[in-house]
């Protein structure tokens, strides 16, 4: 038995979604992480 027998449409398009909301978060996370390291490195320098 198939993976997908197991899912619906539905099931994959929830996954699918939250995968992407995930993925969106951890993008975000990084970005923000990166702002506060180069604030950090701009402050070092004064």
């Keep these: 038995m198939s993976v ?3 899912l ?3 099931d994959v398009a ?3 979604n939250i ?3 995930t993925i969106k978060r951890w993008a975000d996370e990084q ?3 990166a702002r506060i390291f ?3 490195e701009n ?3 004064l």
């Design 4 to 6: 997908r027998s197991l």
């Design 43 to 45: 402050r070092l320098e």
């Design 14 to 16: 929830r996954l699918l």
């Design 19 to 21: 995968a992407e909301t």
């Design 31 to 33: 970005a923000l992480l």
């Design 8 to 10: 619906s449409p539905n």
């Design 38 to 40: 180069a604030w950090s």
